[in-house]
């Protein structure tokens, strides 16, 4: 059974900066795409980065230059680095990994940023 499992979130002040992990388990396949995505109340759930596991990635636009995704295939880890926080970042955070054709999704980490 494929589990993923977020750490990193947490509370941070405008500026700051956190470093979210997830680390997908279970599976003896290929991990392929990865990446995050957030939702914050009352808004829908949005692409926050992407990363292929060739390291090609991909940013929604609020958050290029600021955000850096990376993964390491060897233990099936995708990171996200975020920098420069905004209080429009506080949001649940939700990784999810592409294996076999779907989609498994982690339980989600809260960031809050306080201005």
């Known amino acids: 059974q494929v589990q993923l499992v977020e750490s990193g979130g947490g509370l941070v002040q405008a500026g700051g900066s956190l470093r979210l992990s997830c680390a997908a388990s279970?599976?003896?396949?290929?991990?392929?795409?990865m990446g995050w995505y957030r939702q914050a109340p009352g808004e829908q759930r949005e692409l926050v980065a992407s990363i292929t596991r060739g390291g090609s990635t991909n940013y929604g636009d609020s958050v290029k230059g600021r955000f850096t995704i990376s993964r390491d295939n060897a233990k099936n880890t995708v990171y996200l680095e975020m920098n420069s926080l905004k209080p429009e970042d506080t949001a649940v955070y939700y990784c999810?990994?592409?294996?076999?054709?779907?989609?498994?999704w982690g339980q989600g980490t809260q960031v809050t940023v306080s201005s």
């Open positions: 279970g599976t003896t396949f290929r991990v392929n795409a």
């Open positions: 999810y990994s592409l294996i076999l054709a779907r989609n498994y």
